[in-house]
C-alpha cells in the first residue's frame, strides 16, 4: 500500500514537471537578475557614500591646508625670502582640520562629524622649487604592516612656493566589515600678503 502512494506522487510530480513550458527558468533567472541588481546598488551605494564624503572633506582641509601657508616667518619676508614657520604652521593645520572636521585634539572624531574614523596626516610640508610649474610626487603606504597595506601614489602641481597637506581618511563600506582608505591631497600657495 504504501508502495502504490509513493508511486502516485512520483507520478504526479512528473507529470507537473512534464508539463512545465520554461516557468522555473524564468523564476531562476528573475532571481540572479534582483541578486545582481542588488550587488550592483550596494556597490554604487558604496562609490557615492565615498564620493560624498570626499567631496565633503577636501574643501574642509584645503581650508586647513591654507591657514598653514600662512604662516611665514615675518622677518624672512621682509627681507624678502619665504620662509615658512613649521611649527606654527603645523599648529594652525591641527586647528583649523580639528575645527573644521569636528575633532579631538588627538584628531579622533566627536559626536556630529561625518568622519567614522580619525584621519592620519602623512604629510604636511613646505615645498618650493627653482623652476614653476613643479610636479610634486609622493607614495603612502595606508594600513602598514597588516593584511590591508596599499600602497598610493600622490601627484599634485604647484605653480610656486606651497604647503603640501596629504591625509588619509577611511570610509566604511556598507555590507563590509572593512572600510576603504581615501587619500586625499591639497596645495596651498605662500604669497607675500
Not at 19 to 37: V, Y
Not at 103 to 115: A, F, I, Q, V, W
Not at 146 to 154: D, F
Request: glycine share 6%; net charge positive.
Amino acid at each position: 500500500m504504501r508502495r502504490a502512494w509513493q508511486c502516485r506522487l512520483r507520478a504526479e510530480v512528473y507529470g507537473l514537471l512534464k508539463d512545465e513550458k520554461g516557468s522555473a527558468h524564468l523564476l531562476l533567472f528573475g532571481l540572479l537578475g534582483m541578486m545582481t541588481a542588488a550587488f550592483i546598488w550596494v556597490i554604487a551605494f558604496n562609490w557615492m557614500m565615498q564620493t560624498y564624503g570626499m567631496n565633503k572633506t577636501k574643501p574642509l582641509l584645503d581650508r586647513a591646508a591654507h591657514a598653514a601657508s600662512l604662516d611665514i616667518v615675518a622677518e624672512e619676508a621682509a627681507l624678502g625670502r619665504l620662509v615658512w614657520d613649521s611649527k606654527k604652521g603645523t599648529d594652525d593645520f591641527n586647528r583649523y582640520l580639528q575645527l573644521n572636521l569636528k575633532l579631538d585634539s588627538d584628531l579622533t572624531p566627536e559626536k556630529g562629524s561625518h568622519l567614522r574614523e580619525a584621519p592620519v596626516v602623512h604629510h604636511l610640508e613646505f615645498v618650493t622649487s627653482p623652476a614653476y610649474p613643479y610636479v610634486l610626487q609622493r607614495t603612502v603606504t595606508v594600513h602598514t604592516g597588516t593584511a590591508k597595506q596599499t600602497t598610493r601614489s600622490v601627484q599634485v602641481t604647484i605653480y610656486g612656493p606651497s604647503v603640501v597637506a596629504i591625509v588619509e581618511l577611511n570610509q566604511p563600506l556598507l555590507g563590509l566589515s572593512r572600510s576603504e582608505p581615501v587619500v586625499l591631497s591639497s596645495v596651498a600657495s605662500v604669497r607675500f600678503r
